[in-house]
Each structure stands twice: as C-alpha cells, then as structure tokens.
C-alpha cells in the first residue's frame, strides 16, 4: 500500500495512491462506504479511523489500516462509480493535487552517518563501533518536486541518498529480533547537507538542518510489501547522471539494529522518521569535488518506493 500526503483545496489530506495513479482520499472515501453500509454520523467515525494527518493515521493503527483495506475492495468491487466518487472527493486525481511529504512535521528525524562501509571509506572515517546519530529539525522536511534552496552562506551543498524508515507504533526498549513489528513503512529520502556547516561542530546538526534540506517521499510503502528491507537498491541521480548506487543490505547496521538502539535511550512514536545513512558517491567524496547548485535536479530511486525529485534554486529572499 502506498501511502501519500496531499494537498487539495489549500488542505493535507491522506490516502493512498494506485497503480493508475488516482488518489483514494482515505476519509472522505470511508465515510462514502460507511454511509454505503448504514453507519450513523459515517463522517465522524471516518475521521476517527482514517484522520486527516499521517502521524494520526499511524497512531491509530492496525483498526486504520484494517478499514483502509475494506475501503480500497469497496471501491474495486464498485460500492460507488468512478464517476461518484470523483464527484464527491473519494478519488482524486494526481494531476490535480500536489503531493506533500508523506509525514509533513514528524515528531522526530533521527539520522544516521557513516553507516555503509564504502561510504566510510571515502570520507577517511574509522568504521563506528555504535551508529553515529545526529537529528535533522522537522523543518527542513520538504515532499517531491518541492525546491531545495541553496544557500547563499555556502556553495558546499550535497546530496545524500538514503532509505527512510518511518516508525509505526510507540517504541522503548525494543529487541532487534521484533523491531520490523514496529515499522510502519519506508520511503526514500535526500539528507541534503551543507558540508562547511556540518563541521561547525561535532553533533553535525547546523549542516543538516537547513530549511528544505530533507526531502522525502513521494510516499510510504506499507511493511507489508517489503518483507526484507536488506535486497533493496539505492541510487541517486544529479541532471539523469547517477551517482551513488548500493545495497541496502550492505548497511553497518541494519535496521532492527538501529531500533533497538535508539529506543533504549528514548520512545519511538508514530510517524517519527529514521534516516539509515548514505551510501557511497557524495558529491564531497569525487575528485574533483562535485557540489549541488540552482539548476541541477536531484533524483533518489529505491527500489518499489518510486522516485524522488527535487530541484534546486537560490533561496528566495526572505
């Protein structure tokens, strides 16, 4: 299931996209089918199983996906016309929305550096003996196609290519053995970092939080649908020239590693955003350098997660 965050009407809303690209807009479509079915106040309890915000949508949990699903066979088996439900907004189409970040705000984004072997090897780093965490501010998240801004305080501006995680249920404590359990899905990312301002100090944050500097989406792909997050392939293109392409099997530490590594200092909530790290191809890496500026497109590709492009500019002025 592909899970999406859209604008319509100056409103985010959620839903799911299909392979014909049309967008079932998950509430407005549930309160169609429980009125279909005799539910009274069909509308308040469709904002109470398949609210209008992601993180939401994830707290409520397995009931929320459970009528997503009823929903999504409803449709197919034509509980309402296509032509109904455009009429009433159950569908919509993606040429007339625009997708947003599949988590607009998470609570938390939490990355990790150095986590593929060959990236360490190029940034002449010692491989960790404990993932290297740092935080990315819930600003700087932007969904496809929306700018990166390069800023004029820098012209070292890289592209990071990376799996995202995003976490589905409260999270303390967890073993690596159950911590898939408690994803909700995955998506691609871009930690997009200002190099210079990443070794403004040793937690790495001023370099990579920087407005619009961690795109994602363009949606979630369910757990379901990726039994084993290791046989994924990442790349990552700049103006259709690739340059990085990895494994994510070949992560330092895999995912339930970091899962229980990080919920044992702290909760994991719905909708939080795990950045696994970056392969190997940074822009700082080549010879010679090779850095980000107004006019170049930044494609990130993994594999069943479609493709994330975002364009660069100068920042407007403020």
């Known amino acids: 299931m592909k899970l999406v965050s859209f604008i319509r009407h100056g409103m985010t809303r959620t839903g799911v996209i299909r392979d014909n690209d049309d967008i079932v807009d998950l509430n407005t479509a549930l309160a169609a089918r429980l009125c279909d079915e005799g539910v009274p106040r069909p509308e308040l309890t469709a904002h109470a199983l398949n609210p209008n915000t992601m ?119 967890v073993k690596a053995e159950n911590a898939l359990a408690y994803v909700a899905g995955y998506m ?12 403004h100090t040793p937690t790495w944050m001023m370099g990579k939080s920087w407005d619009t500097h961690g795109p994602t989406g363009p949606w979630i792909l369910t757990a379901d649908e990726v039994p084993d997050p290791t046989t994924l392939t990442l790349s990552t293109f700049v103006n259709n020239v690739e340059k990085q392409n990895a494994s994510t099997g070949d992560l330092l530490f ?43 497109t930044v494609r990130v590709e993994i594999s069943g997660l479609g493709h994330l492009d975002n364009p660069v500019i100068e920042e407007p002025a403020h």
Request: aromatic residues 6%; contains cysteine; hydrophobic residues 35%.
């Open 55 to 173: 993180i939401d949508l994830l707290a409520v949990g397995t009931p929320g996906i459970q009528e997503i699903a009823k929903t999504l066979e409803w449709l197919d088996r034509g509980g309402i016309s296509q032509t109904q439900a455009l009429e009433n907004g159950s569908i919509v189409q993606l040429d007339n929305v625009q997708l947003a970040a599949p988590i607009p705000r998470p609570g938390k984004v939490l990355a990790i550096g150095i986590n593929y072997r060959a990236h360490a090897s190029e940034m002449e780093r010692d491989l960790p003996e404990h993932p290297t965490v740092f935080t990315k501010v819930s600003t700087c998240i932007v969904g496809p196609q929306h700018p990166i801004y390069a800023p004029a305080e820098s012209q070292m501006l890289d592209w990071e290519g990376e799996l995202c995680v995003v976490i589905g249920k409260y999270a303390r404590h």
């Open 188 to 199: 691609n990312g871009n930690d997009v970092t200002v190099r210079d301002w990443q070794r």
């Open 254 to 296: 895999d995912i339930p590693q970091l899962i229980e590594y990080l919920s044992t200092a702290f909760t994991l909530e719905p909708g939080d955003v795990i950045f696994t790290g970056t392969p190997a191809g940074v822009g700082q890496a080549r010879d010679p350098q090779e850095w980000l500026k107004p006019g170049d």
